[in-house]
């Protein structure tokens, strides 16, 4: 599930970084560049959410006894999971129209007054018990 909102914040994030000249092109799904729309949230939702949510529970109820117990299962399965595909779907490959990796390092400006923010104290120990 966590793709949806995570899709629709890294589409906010390059939207910041990229150029006015973006606005109104396609992307390779045909959709336009700059403009949020209820469809394009409900088809993000339906065709990338749901199955990613679904196919990663099933997959987790698969592998968790080769998992550690406790909390620590959860954060390395999907440290593991992203390792796994992102060894298989490329969005930073030569013909994708939509992304660069100019553009994504151009985004750390906006990623980098979190940082301290997600290093802070108080975090510390929550996956250790």
């Keep these: 599930m966590a793709v949806w909102p995570g899709g629709r914040l890294i589409m906010r994030v390059l939207?910041?970084?990229?150029?006015?000249?973006?606005?109104?092109?396609?992307?390779?799904a045909q959709a336009n560049v700059g403009f949020p729309t209820l469809e394009g949230s409900l088809v993000l939702f339906v065709v990338a959410g749901l199955p990613a949510g679904y196919l990663v529970a099933i997959l987790f109820v698969v592998l968790h006894r080769w998992l550690p117990a406790g909390r620590l299962a959860g954060p390395l399965f999907g440290i593991l999971v992203l390792i796994w595909l992102g060894?298989?779907?490329?969005?930073?490959?030569?013909?994708?129209?939509?992304?660069?990796?100019?553009?994504?390092?151009?985004?750390?400006?906006?990623?980098?007054?979190?940082?301290?923010?997600?290093?802070?104290?108080?975090?510390?120990?929550?996956l250790v018990e």
């Design 87 to 126: 060894a298989l779907l490329d969005p930073l490959r030569a013909d994708n129209i939509d992304f660069n990796g100019t553009r994504l390092a151009r985004s750390r400006p906006v990623r980098g007054p979190l940082d301290p923010a997600l290093r802070h104290s108080r975090g510390r120990g929550w």
């Design 15 to 28: 939207a910041f970084t990229s150029p006015d000249s973006a606005q109104g092109r396609l992307t390779e």
